[in-house]
């Protein structure tokens, strides 16, 4: 069974939507069957992975708000060898709608049940909010992995997202387990980055994961190319990280 990891925390350029990519692009490459789910209107790891998100002619707005299915949607990102379901602005209108439905935050789960199986692992890139869509993606899910940069206020908005985690687990999804909290544009030369590193493992112990990605101007490159990292430059130190969270998130997890 696929198992479906979100990747999420409500401060916006954190390396959420890098680490969607990355991630899934690695395990991919280490011949995992993999689908990205995009869960951000603004579409950006559709149009990293090269898809053309407001040509795409059904998205994830469609599988919420209009009861199409995952095949009915699904594309191929051919080169990074994967499947991914694509979103762009329309999404927004989707999350309103949820907002009026009892069991709006029940949807994304409903529509992955049938396509669990046939998947390795099911990679959920969420938006920069803990909105409905998150919810759905949180209530969804097998494991949580939540990017944290290594800057001054990384610690800021961690407890509130811990805390709608425990009401997730305790009235949506009593599965949903903690992968890791992984640190991201670490610059080791850099004293502050290292400080806030030691601060989250003080803090957060074992659940922060040992892998840790570099800044490295070639995953800001990527995107541009429509290309993964392991596409792009699969030597840099950008790639090698990422390969290394595969690994351990492989051994840690049911993946
Ligand atoms: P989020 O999805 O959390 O908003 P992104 O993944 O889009 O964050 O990253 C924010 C910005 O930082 C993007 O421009 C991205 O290319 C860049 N970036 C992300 N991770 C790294 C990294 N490890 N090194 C350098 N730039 C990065
Ligand atoms: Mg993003």
């Known amino acids: 069974m696929g198992r479906i990891v979100a990747i999420a925390n409500q401060k916006g350029g954190v390396g ?24 951000d209107p603004q579409g950006n790891a559709s149009v990293a992975l090269g898809i053309d998100k407001d040509n795409a002619e059904m998205t994830v707005y469609d599988l919420l708000a209009e009861g ?17 379901l694509a979103a762009n602005g329309d999404l927004t209108a989707a999350e309103i709608k949820l907002l009026e439905e ?3 935050a029940g949807r994304l789960g409903e529509a992955l049940k049938s396509v669990k199986a046939q998947y390795d692992v ?9 909105n409905m869509l998150t919810l759905n993606a949180l209530a969804a899910a097998d494991g949580i992995v939540v990017p944290v940069q290594c800057e001054y206020f990384a610690l800021e908005g961690l407890s509130a997202l811990m805390d709608t985690i425990e009401t997730v687990q305790r009235e949506l999804n009593p599965n949903l387990h903690i992968d890791g909290l992984l640190r991201t544009m670490h610059d080791r030369r850099n004293n502050l980055a290292n400080d806030v590193s030691n ?6 112990g074992m659940k922060v994961l040992q892998s840790i990605i570099p800044r490295n101007v070639r995953l800001a490159e990527a995107p541009s190319y429509g290309e993964s990292i392991f596409d792009y430059d699969k030597s840099c130190p950008g790639a090698l990280a990422y390969f290394a969270l595969a690994n351990e998130l ?4 049911q993946i």
Do not use: W, Y
């Open 250 to 253: 492989m051994r840690k997890t």
């Open 122 to 130: 099911i990679i959920i890139d969420c938006a920069p909010s803990l």
């Open 16 to 39: 959420k939507t890098t680490t969607s990519v990355n991630l899934a692009a690695a395990l991919a490459k280490l011949q995992k069957k993999v689908l990205l789910i995009d869960l």
């Open 102 to 104: 009892e069991l709006g």
């Open 68 to 84: 199409a299915s995952v095949e009915d949607i699904v594309l191929r990102a051919e080169q990074a060898e994967l499947d991914i």
């Open 199 to 204: 601060q989250l493992v003080t803090h957060f």
